[in-house]
Every structure is written in C-alpha cells, then in structure tokens.
C-alpha cells in the first residue's frame, strides 16, 4: 500500500459518522457568515449569455437513446443553454427574509462548491479561451484570451471545487460531500448535452495538474488563501458528427501562453475554523496523468419510463424532497424497476464514463407494489455479485426477482426504523418508498490509485444524479443523503473489512411540499424582478 494510499484510507476512516461521535465539524455556524456561493472574477470581460429558460422539444424518455435527438447548433445561445440546464440556476425559494437559490445541480446543504469554466476553441461566437460560468448572472467571465490561432472549432467543460465553502460548515467530511457534488454535476452535465443532441467525452487520462493549468486553478496568487479551487474533471462536449479534436497537450500549451485576467473575489467569510486534514486527502488523492482503457458497456434497451415531459422541464423542475408522505400509495413496480433499470452501466447516461463500475446498490425497499418490504441488492456489474454475496452475512437469500433488472432479494422485513437510524435519524429514510445505500469496491480499487477515491465519490453522485431526474419523470422525488452511519450500515450488511464500503445515501417517495416556503423564478432578478 503506498503512503499516499494510508493518507486517504486514514481520511475515510476519521470522517465515518458514528452512533456516538459525528465526524469533525465547526462547533457552532454563524449563517451570516456562509461563505458567497457564487464566486466572481473582478478585471474580466464579461460576456452576457442569450436569455436563460429556452424550452426544448425532446422527452426527457428521448435521452435514452440521444442519438435520435437533431444536434442543436453550436453557438452562445446554445452553449449558454447547455450551462444553464447542467449548473444554472432552477427556482429561487423564500421563508420570510431569507431567500435562496436552488439549481439544476443538488448539492449536499446547498454550499455549492462546484465552480464550472468553459474552455472554446475556433468558435466564431467567442474569442478563444477560457470562461468562467457565473450561474447567478448566466454570464461567462473571461479568465484567459487565447494568442494562438487555433482552427480546430472545440468546446470543454471543466469542474473544480472550493473545498472551504463545503468545510465551513461540514468540517472535515466536507471533501466526501464535494466529490458526490462533482459526480451530481457531471451528470447535470451529460443530461444537458444530451438534451442539445450533443454528447460528452471525459477526459480521463488529464491529471489534475493538467486541469489546474486549463483552467488556470494553478494561478495561486488569483485566489485568496484558503480559497482556491481543485480541479477535478474535464470534458469535452461533442455536437454529432464530431470534428477532429485538438489534441490536449497542444490545448494545455495554448493555456499556458494565454493572457490570463482576473482575480477571485473573496468569498467574504471569516475562516473561523481550518480543516488541514482536506488539504492533506486532496493531494494524496490527486490524480496522475494515466492511460486509461476505452471501457464502455454495451448499451440495452433499458425499460420504457412512465415520463411524458420535456428533458428541460424535468431538468429544471429537479429538486431535493425535505419530507415525505409516510403514508403513501405504493409506488408502481414498474417505475421502481425503471428507476434501478436506469441506474445500471448500460445505459445511455453512463456511456460518458469510462471506468467499470465499483458502486453496487443495496436497497431498503418500503412502499413497492408487489414487492415484500425487505432488503433488496443491485449488483450494478454481474462479475460483482461473487464477491458481494461472500462478503455480505450467511443468511441474506439472494433471489433473483425479476429477468428484467439483476435485483436480488435478500431479505424480508420492515426496515423502516433501521433505514432511518443508518441516515442519522433522519426520516427522509424512512418515509419514503424506498432508500439506498451505494457500496462501492472500495479496497482493492484505492491499493495501488489512490486518487481512485475520488472517482467512487464521483460515480455515486452520477448514480445520484440519475436516480433524482428519473424520480422526477415518474412524479415522484429523490433527496441525495451524505449522512449515515458509515460502520453500522456495514454491520448490517455483514462487512467485516474495507472490501466493500457505502459511499452515499438515496432516497425516493412522494414528496410533502413546504408550503411556507414560497417559490420564485429562477432568473426573474435578471429581469428586474426578485
Ligand atoms: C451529496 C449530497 C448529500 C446530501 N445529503 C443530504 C442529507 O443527508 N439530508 C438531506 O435532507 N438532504 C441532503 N442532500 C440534499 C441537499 O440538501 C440539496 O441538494 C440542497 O439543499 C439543494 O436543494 P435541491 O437539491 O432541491 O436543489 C444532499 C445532497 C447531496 C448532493
């Protein structure tokens, strides 16, 4: 095992929540203090994007084979569209004077430490170089003009994360909440891309410096201390037919002979608390280039959703549920069969990802028509189910339940109470027609790729990602859960080491809405309204 492996298993280790002890978090908050959730470059070019809240026409069902959807145009309107529907914002929400933003991608406590750029090569609607997304404004700040005359026409997105803003308020297990973030976002993303007829390609062989130096992460006297951002993905979105891409290396050269502007605003709050343990998993967690195999499954038919609505609609209409109906109807067995059928690699919205799944689902199942309430499994890779069935405790009975799904029944009974508990009491667990834990591969992946931890992360907050906007399309609702007791959801499961490890919580039932909150379009502030 290397050092850097120790580091981040040490890290995983001391932010588990425990029965008596929560992992380390800030003592008391001051919410005046909440650090600024969108981040603003001053001495940039601003570039005003086309109106936000265009409609389109295809199904959110349509996705399931996006290559049917016309590709749309690549100009600022549509590049603008694309990063409204996957980072822009979505409704805004009021109870007496507080108000705030809610947007297309979830966030664990809404701290949004996800920032996006965009990157444009020989496009003739935007100087070449590289943006800033501001999903408050829907504008794009100019970080970088490009000196280099580059014809190839070619449109990246890359993600990073402002590890403090997650930390201000959830001490040192923040940097978990902000790879699940990340994983939700590249989801947001492909959902987006797929909705404009375009697809993406995830750079994965980028190491995290090469994403610094594209994105301009790695200009340290640009950020405040304690305030930078790390890279963490880069992608490059395709219109069909795809052009010939330029080659990264030459777009990292390019990048660095840039003429860089801007400095980051400070996120105006006090750094009350410090958590040195982030810095340290960040960079024995940072990933190398590597060469990475073109692993894709091989797409199935999956099941047909029950959704009638546009993609944009569902997309835009995705939120979290903060209660649910205890008392619900069962939930129709096909849309549970649907949503687990569009959680699985073969699938359209994990053709993006290009490593072999690790993250397998064990469900508490409560209100499912013709299904005993019980504790069910979803090996999402059927070379899984070997290791998971000699892993997990003696008496769990693994029947297969339907040819339909590898869902697997292990065994029978009202979990509703120990669903609950394992989410840190919360009734969100319980209350809802079923809840989840996502397991993932845990040691034998990290061994010898540390930085792999992060990547777990990221493929449950895809998994989650799906899982909300499928939950939407049947009309009912999700809600992401980081915190579980980490070492009694193992227990029960009947894991005795790091083999397997559950890596994030979900939820689905029918929702109970708020209904002192009040709820405010999303760009109505750029039209002179609230
Ligand atoms: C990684 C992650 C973890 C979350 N954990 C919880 C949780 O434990 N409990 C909860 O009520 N909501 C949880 N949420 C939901 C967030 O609070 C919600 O996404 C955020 O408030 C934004 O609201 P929205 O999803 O409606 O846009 C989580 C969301 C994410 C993405």
Redesign the pocket.
């Known amino acids: 095992m290397t050092q850097q492996t120790e580091t981040v298993l040490n890290y995983h280790n001391r932010t588990k929540h425990r029965t008596e002890r929560y992992a380390k978090g800030p003592e008391s908050l001051d919410w005046d203090d909440q650090p600024d959730q969108f981040r603003h470059f001053s001495g940039c070019e601003i570039v005003a994007l086309p109106k936000p809240g265009t409609d389109l026409e295809p199904l959110f069902t349509d996705l399931d084979t996006p290559e049917i959807i016309p590709p749309k145009p690549v100009n600022l309107a549509n590049a603008g569209l694309l990063l409204e529907l996957a980072f822009g914002l979505?409704?805004w929400k009021q109870f007496g004077p507080s108000r705030w933003a809610?947007?297309?991608?979830?966030?664990?406590?809404?701290l949004h430490p996800t920032e996006a750029y965009l990157i444009s090569t020989g496009n003739d609607f935007i100087q070449s170089g590289v943006y800033h997304y501001v999903s408050h404004d829907h504008t794009l700040e100019q970080r970088c003009r490009f000196s280099n005359t580059i014809e190839e026409s070619g449109l990246l997105i890359g993600l990073s994360s402002v590890h403090w803003r997650e930390a201000w308020k959830y001490g040192e297990r923040a940097f978990?909440?902000c790879q699940?973030?990340i994983g939700?976002a590249l989801g947001a993303l492909r959902y987006a891309s797929a909705t404009l007829g375009w697809s993406i390609e995830l750079l994965a062989e980028a190491s995290d410096d090469d994403i610094a130096t594209l994105l301009g992460l790695n200009r340290t006297d640009d950020f405040k201390v304690l305030e930078h951002e790390m890279p963490d993905i880069i992608c490059r979105i395709t219109p069909h037919p795809a052009g010939k891409p330029l080659d990264s290396n030459t777009l990292i050269e390019v990048a660095q002979a840039g003429t860089w502007f801007g400095k980051a605003d400070s996120l105006r709050a006090y750094h009350l608390y410090k958590w040195p343990i982030i810095d340290e998993v960040a960079t024995a967690a940072s990933k190398p280039r590597t060469v990475e195999s073109d692993w894709q499954a091989v797409r199935r038919h999956t099941m047909k959703s029950s959704g009638t609505k546009t993609a944009t609609a569902i997309i835009r209409q995705?939120?979290?549920?903060?209660q649910f109906d205890g008392k619900m109807s069962l939930l129709p067995q096909t849309d549970f069969y649907r949503m687990l059928a569009a959680v699985l690699p073969t699938t359209a919205a994990f053709e993006h990802w290009r490593w072999s799944p690790k993250i397998h689902l064990f469900i508490f199942v409560h209100r499912v028509e013709g299904l005993e309430p019980g504790l069910y499994a979803l090996p999402r890779d059927l070379d899984a189910l070997e290791k998971l069935q000699t892993a997990t405790l003696a008496d769990l009975d693994w029947q297969k339940v339907t040819d339909q799904i590898p869902l697997y029944h292990l065994y029978s009974g009202d979990f509703r109470l120990t669903a609950k508990n394992l989410?840190?009491h919360?009734p969100?667990a319980s209350d809802s027609a079923f809840s989840l834990g996502m397991v993932a591969e845990f040691s034998e992946t990290l061994d010898t790729t540390p930085w792999q931890y992060r990547r777990l992360f990221w493929e449950?907050?895809l998994i989650?990602q799906v899982l909300?906007l499928e939950a939407e399309a049947a009309g009912v609702r999700g809600?992401?859960?980081?915190?579980?007791f980490d070492d009694n959801v193992h227990e029960l499961l009947g894991f005795k080491d790091e083999q397997f490890q559950s890596l994030?919580?979900f939820t689905v039932g029918k929702p109970l809405e708020d209904k002192r909150l009040e709820t405010l379009p999303a760009y109505g502030h750029l039209n002179g309204g609230v």
């Open positions: 979505s409704a809610l947007r297309c991608n979830p966030s664990s406590g809404n978990r909440y699940h973030d939700h995705r939120r979290s549920a903060q989410s840190c919360q969100i449950c907050g989650g909300y809600t992401g859960i980081g915190c579980y994030y919580h």
